[in-house]
């Protein structure tokens, strides 16, 4: 049983990378262009609410995925884990080129929700690695599932913002669909690496849930599970430290999304107003730090600092350094920005990247030294995570429309204050969490 394991897994595991990498890169590829595309969609149809529209696709995606995740997972229960990471390739590939083609704000909207939508298979990859890994090689191979994390959101923007407005970069694009379309070369280059995954899974993605054990989930139905991850999501935002850990995420992540929304409305607004004139090239360049620099924080630096300090005293180390990052982002000066803005965005990528290991070694030590069942917890803190991205960007949309044309104190500040404050909430929240020593030694 072990080597059939093993065998299955040589090829399906650069499979399981790729997918779980396009998730990400498909979520950041559009950060450092959406301003941009949304701005012209606007004019076009008359709309003045330009954060709000910005808000409302950046929250779409999420949404999307939040409430589509439970369904894959039900039909790979059914039909096999293979076909339903394959329909979530194909469904990339389709609705990344309908975005890049949107001609109005609308269809817009509904590209990025279905590309959300068939992107929410991340939880059929990690049922795939579960049913193919023995319990000594699971939290190996899960790790594989972070790597593509990091690394697909350093690639997203980055490309985005490379391949955004190539007619005005290249004269070979002139006069061609992509200055019509200034925005389709990013989405198609997406498309390409789901169609590269695709071609990857049909030939070395073997099934990995037998026909025999498929009948087990029959009677579990998508809303069944979505019922079940509410009520366990509350559960578990009762339950003592469990609870404290979950909303200090909660609020992190809260903040964190709300200047996904908001960095590039700052850095795209004229200098005149306040703002860096900056152009989709240079604001992907930036996100890409962001990713690079929190690749090397969690894969060289969290686990010195684990050892030292513990995770429970690095978490609120983690939210400060995060939470001084974006406060200080709208108070660059366009003379020295890059500069300024290096320094400030690797202050955010250093506490994201502590905050996210540190707090996840703190939930598992936890759940398990009071006997809770991880799955369980595991759950519900990724509920609450996918809640708290779904009503980030909106937030800051929502707060940048309403502040962004008024005077000190509510200015185009505001939104970055506001991820903050709630970065010094968590801070806050997560000295009640005891430094025991079993949580510092599970680092070791």
């Known amino acids: 049983m072990t080597e059939d394991k093993n065998d299955a897994t040589k090829g399906a595991l650069f499979v399981l990378f790729m997918v779980t990498m396009i998730d990400m ?55 096999g884990r293979r076909p339903v990471l394959m329909i979530g390739l194909i469904g990339n590939t389709v609705f990344f080129t309908m975005f890049g083609l949107a001609n109005t704000l609308l269809i817009a909207l509904l590209a990025r929700f279905l590309a959300g939508v068939f992107n929410g298979n991340l939880a059929v990859a990690k049922a795939y690695i579960g049913d193919v890994s023995t319990p000594s090689q699971l939290t190996s191979r899960m790790g594989i599932i972070g790597a593509a994390f990091g690394l697909g959101f350093t ?53 990995s849930l ?56 700052y850095t795209g607004m004229d ?19 962001i990713g690079i620099t929190g690749i090397i924080t969690q894969g060289v630096l969290i686990g010195p600092l684990s050892k030292r300090f513990g995770p429970a005293r690095l978490l609120p180390i983690s939210c400060i350094l995060c939470g001084l990052g974006l406060v200080l982002i709208p108070y660059t000066q366009a003379d020295w920005a890059f500069a300024y803005l290096f320094a400030v965005v690797i202050l955010i990528s250093v506490g994201n990247g502590i905050f996210q290991p540190s707090s996840s070694s703190l939930l ?76 510092i030694q599970s680092e070791e």
């Not at 005005?168 to 690496?193: H, K, M, N, Q, S």
């Open 25 to 79: 890169i498909g979520f950041g590829i559009v950060i450092p262009f959406l301003t941009y595309l949304v701005e012209d969609l606007a004019a076009a149809d008359g709309i003045t609410e330009v954060g709000l529209w910005v808000g409302l696709l950046m929250t779409s995606y999420s949404a999307a995925q939040f409430l589509f995740s439970p369904f894959w997972g039900t039909i790979s229960d059914r039909i």
């Open 210 to 265: 037998p026909k025999s054990k498929r009948s087990n989930f029959d009677s579990v139905g998508w809303s069944s599970r979505i019922g079940n991850s509410v009520k366990q999501s509350f559960s578990m935002l009762n339950n003592g430290l469990i609870s404290v850990i979950i909303w200090v995420k909660m609020l992190f992540i809260f903040g964190f999304t709300i200047m996904h929304a908001v960095f590039i409305l």
């Open 155 to 207: 690639i997203g923007p980055f490309i985005g913002g490379e391949l955004s407005n190539p007619a005005a970069r290249w004269e070979i694009f002139v006069d061609t669909i992509f200055d019509t379309y200034p925005y389709l070369l990013p989405c198609i280059a997406a498309g390409a690496l789901s169609l590269v995954s695709l071609i990857f899974a049909y030939f070395k993605l073997p099934e």
């Open 271 to 289: 200098i005149d107003a306040g703002g860096l004139g900056y152009n989709e090239a240079q604001n992907g360049r930036l996100f890409a730090i």
């Open 364 to 439: 598992t030590t936890t759940a398990k030294q009071n006997g809770i069942n991880l799955g369980v917890v595991m759950g519900a803190q990724e509920s609450v995570s996918s809640f708290a991205r779904i009503i980030g960007p909106l937030t800051g949309g929502i707060v940048w429309t309403l502040t962004v044309s008024r005077k000190w104190p509510l200015d185009y500040h505001t939104a970055f204050l506001l991820c903050g404050v709630l970065m010094a909430m968590a801070a806050l929240l997560s000295l009640k969490i005891p430094h025991q020593k079993e949580q």
